[in-house]
């Protein structure tokens, strides 16, 4: 069972930058490959980024490419999720997961089996 802890989600304004963290409770971490989803209200939980195991892969949503970057300190079991040129529309709750069953870089929610508990994200125009 792996335990994931979300945190860095605030207020900032439109143009600015966060960055998100996810730490996990595990060492078997270092073998997975962790996501980043968001769901704004009334809207479906949405793929955002994808870092294998190594940190050498990754894969991002057209939405947020160029924009945001994924990454992973495997010493410190924590993935990161640098945003910037924040817009409203990526306003929403942001979830990190964890893939133990190697589907690789997965963009559907049902590729990943462990997830965290989310961090507000709004951005103000």
């Known amino acids: 069972q792996v335990h994931l802890v979300e945190s860095g989600g605030g207020l900032v304004q439109a143009g600015g930058s966060l960055r998100l963290s996810c730490a996990a409770s595990?060492?078997?971490?270092?073998?997975?490959?962790m996501g980043w989803f968001r769901q704004a209200p009334g809207k479906e939980r949405e793929f955002v980024a994808a870092i294998n195991f190594s940190g050498r892969s990754t894969n991002y949503a057209d939405s947020v490419k160029g924009r945001f970057t994924i990454s992973r300190d495997n010493a410190k079991n924590t993935v990161y999720l640098q945003m910037n040129s924040l817009e409203p529309e990526d306003t929403a709750v942001y979830y990190c997961a964890a893939d133990s069953r190697s589907y690789g870089l997965g963009r559907q929610t049902h590729q990943y089996d462990y997830w965290g508990q989310g961090t507000q994200v709004t951005v103000s125009s």
């Open positions: 595990e060492r078997t971490f270092n073998s997975y490959t």
